[in-house]
C-alpha cells in the first residue's frame, strides 16, 4: 500500500461520535503528542482535543522510559480529558482508554488484543499498544488529563532492544491498517465507554467486559512494588479499577496502579 500521511481533515472524516476527536492537530514531528496535548490544555483547547504525530523525538513510556516512536508507521496520540475526577481516581482513564483500543483494532483489524493491567495491550505475549495518563492538578481535583496511547500500527521492523517485547499490527496480520480509521474507531469506543464510566465515576458497570480481556486473570502475578514484592493469583479488576490478587494465605490484596509493576511468573505476561 502506498505510504498514507496521516491529516487533520482524513481523521476528522473518521471520527464518528460527538466530541472525542472533533478537534485534532496534526503533527509530522515532535517531542511527545503528551507535552503537546498538555501545552493545549494550558491553552484551553476543549475536552476532546486530539493530537497525533507522526513521529515522536522523545516518546514517553512509564517511568521515565522511552517510548519507540518510529515515522509514518504507529499511532501515537494524546486525547484531552476535563473530568471532574479527585486524583486518585485517574488511572481509571488508562484502563478505560485500555479498553478503547482493544475494541478499535478488533473492529478494524478482526484482531483480538488482551489487556495486561494497567496499562499495555498484548498480542501473542508482545506489546502491541502502551498507554500513559497525566494530568495536571488543581486543589483537590485533576485539572486536566492527557491520556497517551501508542498503538504499533504499521511497524515492520523494530530496534534491538525492544524486538522481544514488542509487535505490530502489521506483523501480526500481514497487511497495513487504515491509520486514521482505527483512529476512529478507538475514539468511537472510547465515548462509548467514558459515558458509561460517567454514569457511576467507576468502573463497576465495565469491570466485567474489562476482566474477559485481561490477560493476567486466573493467572499466578508477581507484583513489583518499590519495597519488595509478592506473588499471588490475579482475579481480576474490581470497581475503582484495582487489581485483586489472592495471597498464598488467602487473604485478598488490592493493588492499585501506580509505582507497581506486574509480571507473569515466567515473564512478561
Ligand atoms: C508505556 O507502555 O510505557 C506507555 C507508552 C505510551 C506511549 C504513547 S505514544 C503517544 C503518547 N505520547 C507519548 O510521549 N507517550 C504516549
Request: hydrophobic share 40%; net charge negative; glycine share 10%.
Amino acid at each position: 500500500m502506498e505510504h498514507k500521511f496521516l491529516t487533520e481533515e482524513n481523521i476528522l472524516a473518521e471520527i464518528k461520535g460527538s466530541w472525542a476527536g472533533k478537534r485534532v492537530k496534526v503533527f509530522s514531528e515532535t517531542d511527545s503528542t503528551n507535552t503537546q496535548c498538555r501545552k493545549l490544555a494550558a491553552e484551553g483547547w476543549p475536552e476532546g482535543t486530539l493530537v497525533v504525530s507522526e513521529y515522536q523525538r522523545a516518546g514517553k513510556g512509564r517511568r521515565g522510559r522511552a517510548w519507540v516512536s518510529p515515522a509514518g508507521t504507529g499511532i501515537w496520540m494524546s486525547l484531552l480529558l476535563r473530568p471532574e475526577l479527585p486524583p486518585q481516581k485517574v488511572s481509571m482513564v488508562t484502563l478505560i482508554a485500555a479498553m478503547a483500543v482493544e475494541k478499535g483494532i478488533r473492529l478494524e483489524t478482526g484482531l483480538d488484543s488482551q489487556i495486561k493491567w494497567p496499562n499495555d495491550l498484548v498480542i501473542g505475549q508482545k506489546k502491541i499498544c502502551g498507554i500513559l495518563t497525566e494530568m495536571q492538578t488543581q486543589k483537590e481535583a485533576a485539572e486536566h488529563v492527557v491520556v497517551g496511547m501508542g498503538i504499533n500500527a504499521n511497524i515492520r521492523e523494530f530496534p534491538e532492544e525492544v524486538r522481544d517485547s514488542a509487535t505490530s499490527l502489521y506483523q501480526v496480520k500481514g497487511e497495513e491498517t487504515d491509520r486514521e480509521r482505527l483512529i476512529g474507531g478507538v475514539m468511537a469506543a472510547f465515548e462509548e465507554y467514558w459515558r458509561i464510566f460517567l454514569e457511576t465515576g467507576d468502573l463497576r458497570a465495565l469491570k466485567e467486559e474489562y476482566n474477559e480481556k485481561l490477560i493476567n486473570r486466573d493467572r499466578q502475578v508477581q507484583i513489583l512494588e518499590p519495597e519488595g514484592g509478592y506473588t499471588g493469583l490475579c482475579r481480576g479488576i474490581g470497581p475503582e479499577g484495582e487489581l485483586l490478587v489472592v495471597l498464598p494465605d488467602g487473604q485478598v490484596k488490592a493493588v492499585f496502579s501506580g509505582e507497581v509493576s506486574v509480571r507473569g511468573v515466567y515473564g512478561y505476561v
